[in-house]
């Protein structure tokens, strides 16, 4: 008698991957919903990295293209977003909510460095795009409540004395995102955050000033010439008028401040941190200029006291501009939250640089909408303006580059105000 063959240990796994990749793909979802009792909705396919999202996407049978108004299929000359793409079947749209509900991934990678959103909108289904970037949305909010909450629980247990406590941050739910990375079933999913330094390294490093640039220890871009026309954009919008009193949070290479010069400012009150950046303001005279007030130091450490001046008369701004570097999302929403509310004047409005997940248009749309709804919970309505960007890759922008940080064809200029 012969002895038994031994059974490869993986088969049975291998086997079950691919049966829930199967139906995913087929929007089989009488036999997914069977399969999803006993197994991930976020398996990969070790071959294409493909999980049950991409399968279902790509199993998609785009069905007749969305006709606007007149009659003309938006395609044939849409501006290349979204809603101008083309419907999937009702199956395929089932069959994504149903991996969704169960604990899909939204932003895991395949081979192809695609995310399932990323996939959708390459193959024009726009319904399924959406959906996708809907789940993103979500997601992210999940993940900055946690945060805040994760912040509230360090303060009480630091005024309690208590120490080792059990870290928020651990996932109970599948898939759940830290920190924008997608927690063990997706070690390599993309981050909606910009993966740059701490600010902290960031104000220790040295800085290199390039006519073009200014790079970090690093060679990550603190700030490129390319963005003088968003800069210009943006100054026109905020401050259409001369006489003005402005407030500027970054000054970088001063593409926007010298914009703002142009207008003869009232007030320009200008907020930086890098010792090397006010070395160089120094020198360039912006601290001889008649109207300009330069504060050295982080934006979380000015405002607080510009705010509480001992005189009792803080400053209030009609134009406010915020780009810092190497700072998450969440100092942003602190700072419109807490301070854009003290120094902004009736009637005023303000913008920041939107660069957040720049690299990756989903990922860039994802931020849009969160940033939109966090601030209509802060009272702030936003109106966006679509800016085209030239090729940076093809201008050859990034040679010298550690990280391109901008891979997209059009900039959402952001420009709010005070709702009512």
């Known amino acids: 008698m012969e002895p038994d063959t031994p059974q490869d240990p993986d088969a049975g796994l291998t086997a079950g991957v691919q049966q829930v990749l199967g139906a995913a793909s087929n929007h089989d979802l009488r036999s997914l919903r069977a399969l999803l009792r006993t197994h991930s909705a976020s398996v990969q396919d070790p071959d294409t990295g493909y999980t049950p999202l991409h399968a279902a996407i790509a199993g998609a049978n785009p069905g007749k293209t969305k006709q606007q108004a007149n009659g003309v299929p938006d395609g044939e000359h849409g501006n290349g977003e979204a809603e101008e793409g083309q419907d999937a079947d009702d199956r395929a749209v089932e069959t994504v909510k149903l991996l969704l509900q169960n604990g899909a991934i939204w932003n895991d990678l395949d081979k192809n460095d695609e995310t399932p959103g990323c996939l959708s909108l390459r193959l024009g289904l726009t319904d399924l795009y959406n959906i996708m970037v809907d789940a993103g949305v979500r997601a992210e909010i999940l993940l900055n409540r946690l945060d805040e909450y994760e912040q509230l629980k360090e303060d009480v247990e630091e005024d309690n004395g208590m120490e080792d406590s059990a870290d928020l941050n651990t996932p109970s739910v599948p898939g759940l995102l830290t920190h924008g990375e997608a927690v063990e079933t997706t070690p390599n999913a993309p981050s909606t955050q910009d993966p740059q330094p701490n600010q902290p390294t960031y104000l220790s490093s040295s800085l290199s000033f390039h006519p073009d640039r200014i790079l970090d220890s690093s060679s990550n871009s603190v700030m490129m010439s390319w963005e003088a026309a968003l800069m210009s954009r943006t100054a026109s919008l905020l401050a259409p008028v001369h006489g003005l009193r402005i407030l500027n949070i970054g000054h970088g290479m001063g593409i926007i401040d ?163």
């Not at 303001?281 to 979380?300: A, L, T």
């Not at 510009?306 to 008369?313: P, R, V, W």
């Not at 922008?397 to 059009?410: A, F, I, N, Q, T």
């Open 258 to 420: 010298n914009q703002f010069q142009s207008t003869s400012p009232s007030t320009h009150h200008i907020i930086e941190a890098h010792p090397s950046v006010l070395a160089r303001m120094r020198e360039q005279g912006w601290y001889d200029k008649p109207n300009v007030v330069i504060h050295e130091g982080r934006w979380q450490d000015v405002l607080p006291k510009l705010i509480e001046s001992e005189d009792g008369d803080s400053p209030l701004f009609d134009a406010i501009y915020f780009d810092t570097f190497a700072e998450p999302y969440s100092a942003l929403r602190t700072f419109f939250e807490d301070f854009v509310i003290g120094l902004l004047d009736e009637g005023g409005k303000w913008g920041f640089f939107n660069g957040l997940g720049a690299d990756r248009q989903i990922c860039y749309d994802v931020y849009a909408k969160v940033v939109e709804l966090d601030l209509f919970e802060a009272g702030f309505d936003v109106e966006w303006t679509a800016v085209e960007v030239p090729d940076l890759e093809e201008s050859g922008e990034w040679v010298g580059v550690r990280r391109p940080y901008w891979k997209l064809k059009e900039y959402r200029l952001p420009i709010g105000s005070f709702m009512g």
